[in-house]
């Protein structure tokens, strides 16, 4: 069984700084790609930042120079460096991986964490 957990969510005031965090546990041979998306109320999941097993990244247009992907591949973790917040940015942000259990396994399966609460209000 694979979980994967965030943290660092939380209530900030315009401007400031957010570190989120999605550690993946469990059965894991290796994980491809991991992805920050986010939900605000009344809208759709939007991706927020991608990130490939090579390190290769990509983002949102509305958080490029202001939010930071990368991942530690021995902890298994993928972080999320979010400046300059505005109250656009409030939404529920989830994590998720493409995990591979075994060798044999080539194509992997995605994988979703809780999500986490990110406010930004004065």
């Known amino acids: 069984q694979v979980q994967l957990v965030e943290s660092g969510g939380g209530l900030v005031q315009p401007g400031g700084s957010l570190r989120l965090s999605c550690a993946a546990s469990g059965r894991i041979f290796g994980i491809y790609a991991m992805g920050w998306y986010r939900q605000a109320p009344g809208k759709e999941r939007e991706l927020v930042a991608r990130i490939t097993s090579g390190g290769s990244t990509n983002y949102a247009d509305s958080v490029k120079g202001r939010f930071t992907i990368s991942r530690d591949n021995a902890k298994n973790t993928v972080y999320l460096q979010m400046n300059s917040l505005k109250p656009e940015d409030t939404a529920v942000y989830y994590c998720?991986?493409?995990?591979?259990?075994?060798?044999?396994?080539?194509?992997?399966?995605?994988?979703w964490g809780q999500g986490t609460q990110v406010t930004v209000s004065s």
């Open positions: 998720n991986a493409k995990i591979r259990k075994d060798y044999s396994d080539l194509l992997g399966m995605l994988y």
